[in-house]
């Protein structure tokens, strides 16, 4: 069964990003995620438009430091799992992770399993967005098995994390 791993990744602003309109997306963010009535096509249409261009703005380890760790993660978790390992983000930064889970299914995936080094309950994006996400697809092809590799057990994660001081003392 062919199976491929989606990585479920944060994602950050890139820092040239133009400051201005940083502010303004960050503004429409806003409006849009915390407004519980319908929101004027006007601003959807503002929001899209600089989302879209931050998403697509070119990325470099010099001003997107983190897509350069996560996919050096990706690469390494390839690596050691011998499954390829696509990268998708929350926000900020393409792919998106429904860009990433269609990439998938474009590989001809029979199987995708989607993990995210975000390790404690409680997020939002690891409780409500991914999740989500993963049903929208799995809804458009139900041909693929989705399975969401998460949450972490608590006492797992406290092992790795005090085996990775203790190297530190």
């Known amino acids: 069964m062919k199976t491929i791993v989606v990585l479920a ?34 601003i959807q249409s503002q929001y899209a438009v600089l989302h879209k261009k931050m998403r697509d703005w070119p990325r470099n380890n010099q001003n997107d430091p983190f897509q350069a760790a996560s996919n050096e993660l990706a690469a390494s978790l390839n690596k ?20 990433a889970l269609r990439i998938a299914a474009q590989k001809e995936a029979e199987r995708i399993l989607v993990t ?8 939002e994006h690891s409780e409500k967005d991914i999740p989500s996400k993963i ?11 989705v399975v969401y590799a ?20």
């Open 9 to 42: 990744m944060h994602g950050i602003p890139p820092n040239d990003f133009p400051r201005k309109e940083l502010a303004e997306f960050f503004r429409l963010h806003y409006i849009v995620e915390s407004m519980s009535g319908p929101i004027s096509q006007e």
């Open 80 to 99: 050691q799992s011998g499954y390829e390992v696509l990268v998708g983000y929350n926000e900020f930064c393409s792919p998106s992770l429904d860009e």
């Open 135 to 145: 049903q929208e697809f799995q809804t458009s092809h139900p041909q693929i098995e």
């Open 150 to 169: 998460w949450p972490f057990d608590p006492e797992k994660v406290a092992g790795f994390l005090s085996a990775h001081i203790s190297q530190f003392l």
């Open 116 to 123: 995210t080094p975000m390790m404690t309950r409680g997020g």
